[in-house]
């Protein structure tokens, strides 16, 4: 039996495999499918300081490598989140990381503030998604906003602060630094690559916002070039997500520098794949003679 525990950012986790935000809700329902305490953390939907409506129209579409989404971050708020959820969140077996939004700096302090309650071990701060007008994208594009709020949000929290990238930049490396130099203690990646889905015969998008973003095994190639590019780059912990479906490919992201991993869309094909994730990677272990997951974290002979 190989050892598949780690330490991230001071928490204990049974394995290095996190349950993707917006793809696991709260763990409450998913937690009837798989052994919670196999699972290292989970990500909780993302959360602003009040509820968002999200996005009107057609949200989610299937293609034929991934699916597109365009949510909008819909999330009941995190007053309503912390009263009405996090009791039950609290008796799961497993770390639960929140995920937070907001559309300026003062707000994701805010949210970060109103987050930093018991139950909950770090922040994960979305400046990633390109689904909604205002907030989200913005920040994770520019550099100097990102590092605003990493810093706004680090200033508002003793809890570890994980700054989720966005892959719709041309330099991921610069976002990076920047967070990094801003105090964030880890940073994840990807969220979405931008795309359209055309619906030929009305000659219209399908999806309500016409863009959403591309998830599941389309993206992996791209999300783990920006995990190999990232994880040089900076000191801190880096968590790759992106496209895993299998024990196999956490082996590759975490060969490419990644200390944790997350699974999001195939969670939503197969609600039991974050526990067939790891019980492969236990396997791959074994016939790799690897005694500790750890070891083999930046091990890519580039
Ligand atoms: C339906 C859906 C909702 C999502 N909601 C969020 C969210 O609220 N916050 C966030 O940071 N990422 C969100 N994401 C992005 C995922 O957490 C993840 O970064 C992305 O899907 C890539 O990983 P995957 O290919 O394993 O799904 C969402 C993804 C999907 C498919």
Known sequence: ?????????????????????GTVGYGLELSDYIDMKKIGALSGKGLAPTPWKGNEGVR??????????????????????????????????????????????EEYAECARMLTVPGISALEVNISCPNVKEGGAAFGTDPAQAAAVTRAVKDATTLPVIVKLSPNVTDIVSIAKAVEDAGADSISLINTLLGIAIDTRTR???????????????????????VWQTAKAVHIPVCGLGGIMTGEDVVEFMMAGASTVQVGTANLADPTAMERIVNEMD????????????????????
């Not at 039996?1 to 935000?21: E, F, K, Q």
């Not at 095994?217 to 920006?226: Q, S, Y």
């Open 283 to 302: 396997e791959w272990c074994d016939k790799n003679n690897v005694k500790d997951i750890n070891e083999i974290v930046g091990t890519l002979k580039d």
């Open 1 to 21: 039996m190989s050892s598949l525990t780690v330490n991230y950012l001071g928490i204990p986790m049974a394995s290095p495999v996190i349950g993707a935000s």
């Open 60 to 105: 989610v579409v299937e293609t034929t490598s991934g699916m597109l989404n365009c949510i909008g971050l819909e999330n009941p708020g995190a007053p309503w989140f912390i009263q009405h959820y996090l009791p039950e969140v609290r008796k799961l077996p497993t770390a639960f990381i929140a995920n937070m939004v907001g559309k300026s700096v």
């Open 204 to 226: 219209r998008p399908i999806l309500g916002n016409i863009t959403g973003g591309l998830s599941g095994p389309a993206i992996k190639p791209v999300a783990l070039r920006m």
